[in-house]
């Protein structure tokens, strides 16, 4: 599609816009059976979402809405939802997505375990771990990411495989075997088999760092349905683990998923328990008209906050895209990124082929493979936009 430039402006307003499974079942320590059952609260919630509690009650997802331990969260097509830990680690939940709150708890040393299952859908984390000891895990149907103070990405279902992808810090990956997990150490460590099919799992864990990815392969997706140990073919199981291990990649982050991830803020627990206590009141209390509206109010306003935080943060990342440029070594790296890439056409004929990030004091902000390019708009003749669905790169 080409745009004159009388249609330049306006069009680059879309252009530069924001584009159950099973819980492994482990022994109960001492130290478990003195845990506190903690609570996470919704801090943002746009679109169509809404909360199935363990109880088999239904709410809407909104901010100060609590989840506990058996809660899930169901985002729409546009719903997205933004939950917070008591220990200041946040997650977001993308559009078409389903997660499982399997375990929320603390015990009496003051150590954390969180364990969320990622039934389908893309899940973003920022982790705080104040503690070595402190435990955070993101389950999927066949794979296990166990995290290391980071910021991460997991995706799943949907008829993609199992993939995590690093922004920060260190994630643990590895396969899952459901059929292992229903069994007691009592019960694996009286079969060598098994022992040794436990084993593999362990020793092809990798761990991934900063800007690196790994997929689950097909195979080891495959193994991941088997459900009972009966069904298990252990010889073939055990080969299968052991050659598909899970191959360390680039990360190959798009910028759409740098600006959720980094987009996620925090709020402190004096707020927190005030959006807690005002979702509550709105829901159990009968309020009179005008305590509603004072309810209401407050609400909006701790909204209103968030929103202005994210959008603080979400220009800081944008300012970043054109004052510490990505290197790019081609268009395709380019259109990677970006998923997109744009021509503008000179009135002198020339052309400049990148993606346009930014408009400002009537220049266009253009990342190119040999860096940023300002170009005025006085000098533009037209944008040919979308030019990846055009040309092969």
């Known amino acids: ?228 140990v009966e069904s298990l073919d252990l010889n073939k199981a055990l080969k299968t683990v052991e050659k598909e291990k899970p191959v360390v990649a680039s990360a190959n982050l798009t910028k759409n998923e740098e600006q959720e991830i980094k987009t996620i803020v925090t709020i402190d627990k004096e707020t927190a328990d005030q959006i807690v206590k005002l979702n509550d009141s709105a829901q159990t209390d009968k309020l009179d008209e005008i305590k509603k509206q004072e309810n209401d109010k407050q609400r909006q306003a701790l909204e209103n906050e968030v929103a202005k935080k994210q959008e603080a943060e979400k220009k800081k990342f944008e300012q970043t895209l054109a004052s510490e440029p990505k290197e790019f070594k081609s268009k395709k790296d380019i259109v990677n990124y970006y998923e997109r890439i744009e021509k503008i056409v000179l009135v002198d004929g020339k052309t400049v082929i990148g993606a346009i990030i930014n408009q400002e004091n009537g220049q266009l902000i253009v990342h190119t493979e040999n860096g940023i390019k300002r170009i005025d708009m006085d000098n533009v003749e037209e944008v040919v936009y979308d030019l990846q669905q055009k040309s092969k790169f």
Do not use: W, Y
């Not at 482990?26 to 130290?31: I, L, P, R």
């Not at 989840?67 to 977001?92: H, M, Y």
């Open 1 to 228: 599609m080409k745009a004159s430039k009388l249609a330049i402006t306006s069009a680059l307003i879309a252009v530069l816009g924001l584009a159950v499974c099973k819980k492994p079942e482990t022994d109960v320590s001492e130290s478990s059976k003195k845990s506190n059952e903690l609570a996470a609260v919704v801090v943002f919630a746009v679109g169509d979402s809404k909360i199935q509690h363990a109880d088999q009650t239904e709410e809407k997802a909104q901010l100060g809405t609590s989840l506990k331990a058996g809660d899930n969260v169901v985002t729409g097509d546009n719903g997205k939802v933004d939950v917070q830990f008591p220990d200041g680690s946040s997650i977001r939940i993308s559009p078409k997505s389903v997660i499982d709150f399997s375990k929320l708890s603390q015990n009496s040393a003051g150590t954390t375990d969180t364990q969320i299952s990622l039934v389908s859908g893309k899940v973003f984390a920022k982790v705080n771990k104040a503690k070595k000891e402190d435990n955070f895990t993101v389950i999927t149907p066949t794979a296990i990411a166990g995290v290391r103070g980071t910021s991460f990405i997991v995706e799943s279902g949907n008829g993609k495989p199992s993939q995590v992808k690093v922004v920060d810090g260190a994630v643990a990956f590895a396969p899952r075997v459901p059929a292992l997990e229903k069994l007691s150490a009592e019960e694996i460590n009286g079969n060598a088999d098994l022992k040794k099919l436990q084993e593999s799992i362990a020793n092809v864990e990798v761990v991934l760092e900063k800007n690196q990815g790994s997929t689950l392969s097909k195979k080891s997706e495959e193994l991941s349905k088997i459900e009972k």
